[in-house]
């Protein structure tokens, strides 16, 4: 018997698509150069219906609407608008999507060239998608050719402007603390941002992360500890002098104009993850709709055996899933909740995992005391020194080792 569930937790669906036309440097995402090879469009399409159906089978669809789908890479956009249209339809026969669902779709200006931006956008946009995230990462060649990008400073500007004229909501993602990047560099960054007038921009602080070629081979001037700090105040001041509050980490948006995806997932809501790799988190309650478990799921990371286990109608797409654990919940839950700058009700924590709130209550008086969170008893949220140490902050939340 299906387990009930909450309607009162937000439900999300992420799709990934683990191909690029090239492997850029600093990326540990799970993504696969095509190195010449042709996409397999159709049959990873099928793959990611039958992924699906069997994520929709573990849920009451019917009161469970989804508020937002994320279409992530990986590239998606080298595939089709027909393609992504038999994705969404998909979506559409299994789910229902709320009034107001946030469909957003990751792009790169430099997957089939300029005239794909400005004659395609509007495909993916007539087929539903209402979001759009652009990964520009810099405006500048020398930056673009260090950081391993495949597209112009030129192409990425005629990305941004056909973007701008095609859909109602738009990020556009950059980086900084880049090799040989100074602080006038950064300003013209921000400045030529800016211009183009998106509610939503990522600023994302470039790391050297382990099974990376930069961390294996690191880029020569990388700036120093000091000059990286200079660099963040710089992006915040700048931003917020432009009407931009920095609600998370790297993310930063006009009134109204926050990722309502990625809020579910720091929110501590409900998401299932679909494609090579995807990850999934899902509640479960019991008759008086209190949650009974949490489940964490993992589905192939090659895209080949995804494909292959997709072909088999007998085997799940799952390969890996697991319990959260009962003393687990306050560090997954502030993980989450305290990438945001204005943090989240208290309430949330005993909703959304099942915990009674007097079982962290040590752990919050203990970031409370070392001054990293805030002595509010309505909301979680960090101190400015919490903020500047984020790591600290969460790691009072960690079960201790007895």
Known sequence: MMAAVS???????YVHFPWCVRKCPYCDFNSHALNDTSLPENEYIDALLVDLAQSAALI??????LHSVFIGGGTPNLFSAQAIARLLDGVARHFTLTADAEITMEANPGAGGVPYATQYFAEYRAIGVNRL???VQSLDDGLLKTLGRIHTASEARQAMRAALDIFPRVNFDFMFVLPGQTLPMLDEALREARAF???HLSFYQ???EPHTRFHQEPPEQLPDADAA???????????ASAGYERYEVSAYAQPGAQCAHNLNYWQFGDYLGIGAGAHGKLSFFDGEEKISRVLRTIKPSHPRHYMEAARSAAESLTAESRTVE???????????????KR???RTFFPERTGVPLAEIATMAQNAVTRGLLEPDDKVFCTTPLGWRFLNDAMMCFLADER
């Open 133 to 135: 995230s652009l990964g």
């Open 60 to 65: 009451n669809t019917t009161r469970r609407p």
């Open 7 to 13: 309607p009162m937790l937000p439900l999300s669906l």
């Open 343 to 345: 943090g989240v009700p």
């Open 206 to 208: 470039l790391t050297l």
């Open 197 to 199: 007038g998106a509610a």
């Open 326 to 340: 009962r003393e687990e919940f306050a560090f997954e839950f502030m993980l989450n909740a305290l990438r945001l």
């Open 229 to 239: 700090a200079a660099m963040q105040e710089r992006v915040e001041e700048t931003l």
